[in-house]
């Protein structure tokens, strides 16, 4: 989506441009107040305002086990399009490295409740979840550089509309988006000791290397967290194998940052500045662009 495109899903999707619909439990936004050419744009991109879906556990796993034949779909696309998120040139491609994580590990399993979560303890399907969604809204986030890594939902949200967007070819991350994203991995392997999420945010913020707004630096850290990237103190992740959501959640426990507050999570929570990069999991999943550094 380019900018004129964003400014006119930020004007559809404003709180207030949206009525409640009580029978679904679902927010509808209204495109009536989209002028005709507002509207002509957004088709044009074959935007739908309200994709309206009835969600249930079982069938969004099913979904997720078929994208594993999709062929247009791979680790290389898909980083491709993350680094490219992280550079700036496609911030909807952020989502998709933990999305795909989770589909490629996706099997088929009952749901069932963590002891102290109310979601489901392998894909963190919350009972909220088990309702009418809009689809598109999730989608919107998507597009503004935020990570729905967390629930199986947010996986298939993501997913569903990636596949689509593919049709027109992969996405290229630019030189640009490369030399930022390896500047990134520096930075985090450079941190002092005991420097802890929350700090290196700000220093990032900093640093003004990441385009964008505080969102999108979070995700991309969570991002890389969820796939071991970036290690934490509490378990290790990998793409080579599914971790529970409920060891997940479970770890949150064991932190002091997470006490308290809804925003910061693991795994990102878990990482210090001792722990630094992953360079083999880095090198697995990134080795074609990771540059040696002098």
């Not at 935020?146 to 967007?165: I, M, Q």
């Not at 103190?233 to 997940?248: C, F």
């Not at 932190?255 to 090198?283: C, E, F, I």
Request: include cysteine.
């Amino acid at each position: 989506m380019d900018k004129k495109c964003m400014r006119v899903l930020k004007k559809l999707y404003l709180h207030t441009n949206g009525d409640y619909d009580r029978a679904r439990e679902v927010m509808i936004y209204q495109t009536d107040t989209l002028t005709p050419a507002e509207q002509e744009l957004l088709a044009a991109q074959g935007w739908v305002a309200n994709d309206l879906e009835l969600i249930h556990h079982d069938n969004i796993i099913q979904q997720l086990i078929a994208f594993q034949q999709n062929e247009r779909l791979s680790w290389s696309t898909i980083t491709q399009a993350f680094i490219a998120g992280v550079g700036g040139s496609y911030p909807r491609g952020i989502s998709t490295l933990a999305s795909y994580h989770m589909m490629t590990h996706s099997q088929a399993h009952a749901y069932e409740e963590t002891e102290q979560f109310l979601a489901c303890r392998v894909c963190g399907f919350s009972h909220s979840d088990e309702s009418w969604k809009n689809l598109s809204s999730i989608r919107y986030a998507l597009h503004q550089g935020y990570d729905y890594s967390g629930s199986s939902v947010g996986a298939y949200a993501d997913l569903t509309e990636f596949v689509t967007l593919l049709e027109q070819g992969p996405i290229k991350a630019t030189s640009e988006d490369i030399s930022t994203f390896n500047q990134l991995l520096y930075m985090l392997d450079q941190a002092d000791a005991e420097e802890s999420p929350g700090k290196f945010e700000k220093r990032l913020t900093a640093e003004k290397l990441v385009k964008g707004h505080a969102g999108i630096r979070r995700s991309i850290l969570q991002a890389l967290s969820r796939v071991g990237v970036l290690p934490n103190q509490v378990l290790s992740l990998s793409t080579d194998h599914w971790t529970n959501n409920e060891h997940i959640l479970n770890g949150e426990l064991q932190l002091n940052n997470t006490k308290g507050r809804s925003d910061m999570q693991m795994p990102w929570a878990g990482w210090q500045g001792k722990l630094g990069v992953d360079w083999d999991k880095a090198h697995k999943l990134f080795g074609h662009v990771i540059q040696v550094k002098d």
